[in-house]
């Protein structure tokens, strides 16, 4: 192979009479400069996540009661992959920790097709694969919408915490709990929105401004850990 093949470009001047491979000149920089970690890109985190291949249909493509779609699918829809391997398949990226999008690799375009969930708005929080089979195991027989209601009362709960929820006269399972516990752990730490509600709005309100404090300076030879 080349990367393990001497070549005559490839030399040192403490050994001129050798001629080096590109793995050990690549061994010698690595001694002499250290390792330089590269940060990974967007295209670089997509590449990175689990795949799966599936045929892109009318609707777009569905994962598990959930249905994903995009307008840039339109010209694909129904249409062969051009990977014989793979039956004309598509090949998808999928993040189970967020099941808000997937990403379609369109290879007559190099380039990733991102696919926001159907129902994304009906839950105000990013969850993944364990909240959502949850929900499915309450309601067996729902429908889409159904299952993502229940996905958003899980992730209520979960947001809730156990102080607010001890008043209440249904207890939740152990399951319930352990699931809620985890997704709360994994999502972002916001309130889920609720529709606005109490007296109308009030335009004089918005007239009153708040009190602006400044900051005071910042003193990079002072004692951080001094009270003042």
């Not at 990175?48 to 493509?61: C, D, F, T």
């Not at 690799?105 to 994304?120: A, E, P, S, V, Y």
Request: glycine share 6%; with cysteine.
């Amino acid at each position: 192979m080349w990367q393990t093949r001497p070549h005559d470009g490839l030399r040192d001047p403490e050994a001129p009479t050798r001629a080096f491979s590109p793995n050990e000149k690549y061994l010698t920089l690595l001694e002499s400069c250290g390792y330089i970690p590269v940060p990974l890109s967007g295209e670089d985190y997509v590449e990175l996540l689990p795949e799966r291949w599936q045929a892109i249909n009318s609707y777009g493509i569905r994962i598990k009661r959930r249905t994903y779609d995009s307008p840039e699918l339109t010209p694909l829809r129904r249409q062969h992959s051009g990977v014989a391997a793979k039956k004309g398949l598509w090949e998808i990226h999928h993040d189970p920790y967020d099941i808000s999008r997937i990403w379609v690799r369109d290879r007559r375009r190099n380039r990733w097709i991102t696919l926001f969930w159907k129902h994304l708005h009906r839950v105000g929080v990013p969850f993944g694969e364990l909240a959502w089979d949850r929900a499915c195991e309450q309601v067996p027989s729902g429908t889409e919408e159904q299952i993502a209601d229940a996905a958003a009362a899980l992730l209520r709960r979960a947001h809730d915490g156990p102080a607010e929820e001890k008043d209440r006269p249904a207890k939740r399972s152990r399951r319930d709990r352990r699931v809620a516990a985890r997704t709360r752990a994994t999502a972002a730490d916001r309130p889920i929105p609720e529709a606005p509600a109490g007296p109308p709005h009030d335009e004089e309100a918005d007239t009153h401004l708040a009190e602006v404090i400044p900051l005071g300076l910042f003193d990079p030879l002072a004692n951080p850990w001094k009270r003042p």
